[in-house]
């Protein structure tokens, strides 16, 4: 239903302790307003009150969410942004999910339904401690639903890409990965984005040195490289491993073995000579297909 085109419209949207508004008519671009605060508790007194005056001078409220790059169009609604500018590092998260190239699809759906359920309960207890009234459960519900939705088709239109995509040249992540599998070959616990963090990964390498212990092997090296890693590397800033004999001491000739298979597989790497120091391979196009 459109609206009658002398109806007055209004949209804001807080940004910390900023306040952006947009003044205007249907089917006009609009007047934008910024107004700076000291703190974020007064830029949301400011939003309260000019909201409050907007009303009772009878003005249509538009959903922030809706974005403030928009004209008003003749239905008075702007085009609808994704995601809200609060929500916009959600969207990020769930593209680097996918291009992690570890998670399946049903992880990533199960991540993005946590991390959308866990973001809406903290502003969901913002609001009521901010206003005294906690928002109807349904309603609560919903949003997440929403926003879930919109995370989830985000990282799969990524996960599409992706399988289209054709790797980059070179494409280092397939090297890196086949020379892990000669290191493994070699003796050396070569693995791949084993745990989240530097102990995390510790462990599963002792657990690897286990088994392969009582299956008669002698495993004499490990290295590895950890979620936090994969976080940065697929921003571009390159890939750090962590190098050092089977039972985590520092040992030059299981470094320079690593060294010598990524030289071998045409991965640029660096090392400064100093045995708690990590190997860095330089900055690459992160690029690894998701699992089926």
């Known amino acids: 239903m459109k609206l009658a085109k002398d109806k007055r419209l209004w949209i804001a949207e807080r940004r910390g302790t900023a306040v952006f508004t947009i003044t205007g008519r249907v089917?006009?671009?609009?007047?934008?307003?910024?107004?700076?605060?000291?703190?974020?508790?007064?830029?949301?007194?400011?939003?309260?009150?000019?909201?409050?005056?907007?009303?009772?001078?009878?003005?249509?409220?538009?959903d922030p969410d809706a974005g403030l790059d928009a004209p008003f169009t003749l239905s008075g609604k702007p085009k609808r942004r994704e995601l809200a500018t609060r929500?916009?590092?959600?969207?990020d998260y769930a593209l680097q999910l996918v291009r992690r190239g570890f998670h399946s699809k049903d992880e990533?759906?199960?991540?993005?339904?946590?991390?959308?359920?866990?973001?809406?309960?903290?502003?969901?207890?913002?609001?009521?401690?901010?206003?005294?009234?906690?928002?109807?459960?349904?309603?609560?519900?919903?949003?997440?639903?929403?926003?879930?939705?919109?995370?989830?088709d985000i990282a799969h239109r990524e996960l599409r890409r992706l399988e289209e995509a054709e790797p980059p040249e070179p494409w280092i992540n397939d090297r890196l990965s086949r020379a892990f599998a000669e290191l493994n070959d070699a003796g050396i616990v070569a693995l791949e984005n084993p745990g989240g963090?530097?102990?995390?990964?510790?462990?599963?390498?002792?657990?690897?040195?286990?088994?392969?212990?009582?299956?008669?092997?002698?495993?004499?090296?490990?290295?590895?490289?950890?979620?936090?890693?994969?976080?940065?590397?697929?921003?571009?800033?390159?890939?750090?491993l962590d190098h050092s004999t089977a039972d985590a001491s520092p040992d030059e000739a299981v470094t320079r073995a690593i060294l010598d298979a990524l030289e071998k597989h045409?991965?640029?790497?660096?090392?400064?000579?100093e045995m708690r120091r990590r190997i860095r391979i330089l900055p690459f196009e992160w690029f690894r297909r998701p699992p089926r």
């Open 27 to 62: 089917g006009r671009p609009g007047v934008p307003k910024a107004k700076e605060l000291k703190t974020d508790e007064a830029a949301q007194r400011f939003l309260e009150e000019k909201r409050d005056e907007k009303l009772a001078d009878g003005f249509e409220m538009l």
């Open 87 to 91: 929500h916009a590092r959600l969207g």
């Open 108 to 152: 990533i759906e199960r991540f993005l339904e946590d991390e959308a359920t866990y973001v809406l309960k903290k502003e969901r207890e913002a609001r009521a401690e901010r206003t005294g009234t906690l928002s109807e459960d349904a309603d609560h519900e919903e949003s997440v639903l929403r926003l879930y939705g919109t995370l989830v």
């Open 197 to 240: 963090t530097p102990s995390a990964c510790w462990s599963a390498v002792a657990e690897e040195v286990k088994r392969r212990r009582a299956a008669g092997e002698e495993p004499w090296g490990a290295t590895f490289y950890h979620r936090q890693d994969v976080e940065t590397a697929v921003l571009g800033e390159g890939l750090w």
């Open 266 to 273: 045409g991965i640029p790497a660096e090392w400064n000579g």
